[in-house]
């Protein structure tokens, strides 16, 4: 589904995206899973800046949030959403949870728990949408 969101340093707006190949993530600074990912999405958006790594956060603290962003030199397109309205839309029940989503807006893969986004397969897999 498509949807707006924002915070007081971004805003998302998946409509604005389209024509891209899009990864949605789901994550919290909190969750250890999503934490070892985050390395990966950065380097996913370093490598194929074709692909816009987007990352919807549940903390509810956004200094611990932007500190966890500085600390981590994450980059990509991320805002806090701590009351789990977006998450809710597409069935997230347990984060890290992504999404791929292609250029028309069609969700076409979900990942379940933390993944390696560099890894042959999945760079492989974003490169032929």
Known sequence: PNFTVGDDAQTVDLEKLRGHVV???FWATWCV?????????VALQ???PQVSVVAISNDEDAGVYRQFL???????????DPSYRIPKLYGTVKI?????IDQKGILRRK???????????????????
């Open 111 to 129: 990942f379940v728990s933390a993944q390696n986004w560099t890894s042959p397969e999945i760079v492989d897999y974003l490169s032929k949408l």
């Open 23 to 25: 990864v949605l993530n």
């Open 33 to 41: 899973p999503c934490i070892e990912e985050v390395p990966s999405l």
């Open 46 to 48: 370093h490598r194929m």
């Open 70 to 80: 500085s600390d981590n030199h994450v980059d990509f397109l991320t805002v806090r």
């Open 96 to 100: 890290p949870e992504s999404y791929v």
